[in-house]
């Protein structure tokens, strides 16, 4: 029996009123999922710990079946495993994001934490350029992609620094930066590298972007997850446009597949995805599809496009895998890292729905797949990181 495990990243939310009281899942079109509900264990998982943030990074590291509450130092550290990038362990790694803000003072706006989308063409001589200049034996800056960068402090794991609470910048847009300034200003090696970076970022010979600021958060120790084989006795890949899960795929031995034209958006290569997907379920055990286009859509508050999108995860990824493997013993997992409905424009704690369909799995009887008929059935899993477990147990793989 192989296992896949489709995330639709997001796809969970509210009921809308233009939606005439639906959510965006009820809304798409979705036969797929909605038979494979009927006929599978259908709950909820709480995927976020409480007290913990409900970021992608905790979601999906609880997906792969590992206590975030443990395993969890920081969303830079899961992008430097993405990057695999050479780290001892009291290093402390910051994600760096090269932001806009209206002022770099107590006064100022975060204006866009992406700096306009700037590309990773502009973007990478610029971080390049603040090696050259700042980076020293305590911090060095390692170019990422886009508006994405990390920044490296040399045994800073044990310095008051770890302990700096600094706002992820897409979470205070259009808002006072006040807080995090104070927060920065109790790090003296921070905040000149602050004012230090201003100085070369408003240089129109070295940056011609948006960016007038770095914006260092997320930081912790490397992180360092258990072995993925090890744990769950599965060769398994991860498959997916988005840095942090190939941080988690590296970081937990798993083979981690690039999707040529995998952009993360409504438009992505959902068919490279499934072909790669099949193509490693040929010799090996595992697969945890990810897509991220729901996610964005929540993010941009817009309801049409959150629907196509999980609609296409239905069409173009649920339905040709299932098509493709339905002489094979499979196991499936469906699920959301978490939600991020439209009315939040960002992610919530809610617990997610989640489907497990195969051989040995009582038929839930639901009519469709959405929040509201996984929270009908009454299983809700309160350690989310057992789903995995769970599941392989209910199709007897554990
Ligand atoms: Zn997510």
Known sequence: MKIVYLIADGMGGYPLDELGGKTTMEAAV???????????????????????????????????????????TGRGPIEAAAQGLKLDPDDLVWRLNLVTVSQLNIDGIMRDYSSGHISSEVSRPVVETLQERLGDDRYKFYPGIQYRHLLVQKDGANDPDAEININPPHDITDKSIKLDLRAYSRSPFLWDLLFESKEILGDRGINMSMANSIWPWGQGRPLNLPDFKETFGLDGAVISAVDLIKGLGNASNMAVIDVEGATGLLDTNYEGKVEAALEFLKENDFVFVHLEGPDECGHGGDTADKVEAITRFDARVVAPLREALKDEEIAWIVTCDHFTPIVERTHTMDAVPFIINGTGCDASGVDEFSEKSANSTGLKLEKGFELLSYALEKVGKK
């Open 30 to 72: 979705t036969p797929n999922m909605d038979e494979m509900a009927k006929n599978g264990i259908v709950g909820v998982a709480q995927t976020v710990p409480e007290g913990m943030q409900p970021g992608s990074d905790v979601a999906n590291m609880s997906l792969l079946g590992f206590d975030p509450a443990e395993y969890h």
